[in-house]
């Protein structure tokens, strides 16, 4: 596709459960990010995805999050026993070569998560 | 620590020209990013500053000073379809992405 796609747009859960989001990159980007957008608030880093070396995770909040990267492209974030401040806007950004090269980052339309 | 800075919000007048700045303390520095996002949009990439002084894309137009940790967005012939958050965001040594919390720019008529 043109741009970075990201499903679901909107997603409503309880307390507890899981919920996995999905990334579709642009198609050659080699590098993937992961961030999350509270109400009112900046993005704030969740993990990187370079080609083939080990993610950088240091983003992460806790040990529910996690998150993966299929064949170097799609990308799923995994977000385990929900809770209400996991409420936020999460958005994927794909970029050509990664972050030593200080490319620009395209984003996707971002899931609007809310946990009740 | 990093640390990234913005006005929380700007008013101004279409027309007019508003410059809404940026300073930053961070581990290093490879590059500052501005981005501007629309309310319940993503972010779209709007410049990109690397060495020192000003980068003119027609209305808008981004300056940098490294020695002084300080950047600014310049937007003129201000239109309503500018009112949006801008989002200032640098790279240091880790080469991540760090995002201010963005300025709310309402443009009234």
């Known amino acids: 596709g043109a741009g970075v796609s990201q499903s679901p747009s909107n997603k409503v859960t309880e307390k507890g459960k899981d919920v996995e989001l999905r990334c579709d990159p642009i198609?050659?980007?080699?590098?993937l990010y992961w961030y999350r957008q509270s109400l009112g608030q900046g993005l704030e880093f969740l993990i990187y995805?370079?080609?083939?070396?080990?993610?950088?995770k240091s983003g992460l909040p806790s040990d529910r999050f996690s998150a993966e990267r299929t064949g170097g492209s799609v990308s799923t974030l995994t977000i385990q026993r929900t809770q209400q401040e996991d409420s936020a806007v999460y958005l994927c950004?794909?970029?050509?070569?990664?972050?030593?090269?200080?490319?620009?980052?395209?984003f996707g339309p971002g899931t609007r998560l809310t946990v009740l | 620590g990093q640390n990234i800075d913005q006005p929380t919000e700007m008013t101004a007048t279409e027309g007019a020209i508003v410059q809404i700045n940026c300073t930053y303390q961070?581990?290093?520095?490879?590059?500052l990013f501005w981005y501007q996002q629309h309310a319940g949009e993503a972010p779209t990439f709007l410049s990109y500053?690397?060495?020192?002084g000003l980068e003119e894309k027609g209305r808008f137009s981004s300056f940098l000073s490294r020695s002084k940790g300080y950047s600014y967005l310049l937007l003129k012939e201000l239109q309503m379809k500018d009112s949006a958050s801008y989002l200032c965001?640098?790279?240091?040594?880790?080469?991540?992405?760090?995002f201010g919390q963005g300025t709310t720019l309402q443009v009234k008529p």
């Open positions: 961070t581990s290093g520095f490879n590059g």
């Open positions: 950004a794909s970029s050509l070569v990664g972050v030593q090269s200080t490319d620009t980052q395209y």
């Open positions: 500053n690397v060495l020192d």
């Open positions: 198609s050659g980007h080699t590098a």
């Open positions: 995805f370079q080609g083939n070396s080990a993610p950088d």
């Open positions: 965001a640098v790279t240091g040594n880790t080469g991540k992405l760090i």
